[in-house]
């Protein structure tokens, strides 16, 4: 974790977190994206692409597509997620931001299960939360004050904006888009995590759009 980065970093100790945190769970992989400034288009950019209102929804080309995707990665979720209610508005918000952000859901669902194995409230040492394990000071740089990295909706927004963001830098490269985004970059455990995640957890033959 860089200084900077730290400097960003309020830690939140709720009752609810703590329970959440000492539920069993597999071993997770996360790590801190690194602060870096942005240009002023670049961050302009990026606060646009956060400030979207409009309900997640499921983008395919039929509603048959949209069920069967839906079915199917709600059955491979079922351990991890019991609640089917959970799970449908899970799933729903990840398919929705992915698309947004022109990113395979099924690639997020993997970066999902190896930041935070699918913990809503996981905290990792260097202070990144959620989901997607976004770290704090992307709010400062890119949000605004109230946005809360542990609600489902913004941490799935934020951490699909920040990888496309990477993506775009390293000119659709994702093995270093992934490295970037795990704060790992020159490193191949993390992408190399993801990418085995995606392929064999999480693949999907059927039409995603």
Same mark, same amino acid.
């Given at each position: 974790?860089?200084?900077?980065?730290?400097?960003?970093?309020?830690?939140?100790?709720?009752?609810? !977190?703590?329970?959440?945190?000492?539920?069993?769970?597999?071993?997770?992989?996360?790590?801190?994206?690194?602060?870096?400034? !942005?240009?002023?288009?670049?961050?302009?950019?990026?606060?646009?692409?956060?400030?979207? $209102?409009?309900?997640?929804?499921?983008?395919?080309?039929?509603?048959?597509?949209?069920?069967?995707?839906?079915?199917?990665?709600?059955?491979?979720?079922?351990?991890?997620?019991?609640?089917?209610?959970?799970?449908?508005?899970? !799933?729903?918000?990840?398919?929705?931001?992915?698309?947004?952000?022109?990113?395979?859901?099924?690639?997020?669902?993997?970066?999902?299960? +190896?930041?935070?194995?699918? $913990?809503?409230?996981? +905290?990792?040492?260097?202070?990144?939360?959620?989901?997607?394990?976004?770290?704090?000071?992307?709010?400062?740089?890119?949000?605004?004050?109230?946005?809360?990295?542990?609600?489902?909706?913004?941490?799935?927004?934020?951490?699909?904006?920040?990888?496309?963001?990477?993506?775009?830098?390293?000119?659709?490269?994702?093995?270093?888009?992934?490295? $970037?985004?795990?704060?790992?970059?020159?490193?191949?455990?993390?992408?190399?995590?993801?990418?085995?995640?995606? $392929?064999?957890?999480?693949?999907?033959?059927?039409?995603?759009?």
């Amino acid at each position: 974790m860089t200084g900077q980065g730290s400097h960003f970093c309020r830690l939140c100790a709720t009752t609810t !977190l703590i329970a959440a945190l000492a539920a069993p769970a597999l071993p997770a992989v996360a790590g801190s994206q690194a602060y870096q400034p !942005l240009a002023a288009s670049v961050q302009a950019s990026l606060q646009r692409a956060v400030s979207d $209102r409009a309900a997640p929804r499921l983008v395919f080309a039929s509603a048959t597509d949209a069920e069967a995707w839906l079915t199917e990665m709600s059955r491979r979720l079922e351990k991890r997620m019991p609640d089917p209610q959970e799970r449908q508005e899970f !799933l729903t918000t990840v398919h929705y931001e992915a698309t947004r952000a022109g990113l395979d859901p099924q690639l997020v669902l993997g970066v999902v299960q +190896v930041e935070s194995n699918f $913990r809503k409230y996981a +905290v990792s040492r260097a202070g990144a939360r959620g989901f997607m394990q976004v770290m704090p000071f992307w709010v400062d740089v890119i949000g605004v004050g109230d946005h809360n990295l542990f609600h489902l909706r913004t941490n799935l927004r934020y951490g699909c904006v920040i990888l496309r963001h990477y993506l775009d830098l390293e000119g659709g490269n994702l093995f270093r888009a992934l490295g $970037r985004y795990n704060g790992s970059l020159g490193s191949d455990e993390y992408p190399n995590l993801v990418l085995a995640a995606w $392929r064999g957890s999480w693949s999907y033959r059927g039409s995603t759009i």
